[in-house]
């Protein structure tokens, strides 16, 4: 698995990459993982927006993190 932290998620909302939705092809196209790998979200850093994220695994505390602002942590 490649894990992403849920800090560097925050940095693409920051950024304005990301405004609701977070998928694999999103992650591929801003070089945080590859096509073939499997995603991991990590719960590394604050996430401060309500996403909808849909990757292969979730750390408990990511997934809690995720679902406390309202958003869902979609396992693929």
Same mark, same amino acid.
């Given at each position: 698995? +490649?894990?992403?932290?849920?800090?560097? %998620?925050?940095?693409?909302?920051?950024?304005?990459?990301?405004?609701? +939705?977070?998928? %694999?092809? #999103?992650?591929? !196209?801003?070089?945080? @993982? *590859? *096509?073939?790998?499997?995603? /991991? #979200?990590?719960?590394?850093?604050? %996430? *401060? +927006? /309500?996403?909808? #994220?849909?990757?292969? *695994?979730?750390?408990?505390? @990511? /997934? !809690? @993190?995720?679902?406390?602002?309202?958003?869902? @942590? #979609?396992?693929?």
């Amino acid at each position: 698995y +490649t894990g992403i932290n849920l800090g560097k %998620l925050q940095e693409l909302v920051d950024k304005g990459v990301v405004t609701d +939705t977070v998928n %694999l092809d #999103i992650l591929v !196209e801003n070089r945080l @993982a *590859k *096509k073939s790998d499997l995603v /991991k #979200i990590l719960g590394g850093g604050e %996430l *401060k +927006t /309500k996403l909808k #994220i849909s990757v292969h *695994k979730f750390t408990a505390s @990511a /997934k !809690e @993190a995720v679902e406390k602002l309202g958003g869902e @942590a #979609i396992t693929l």
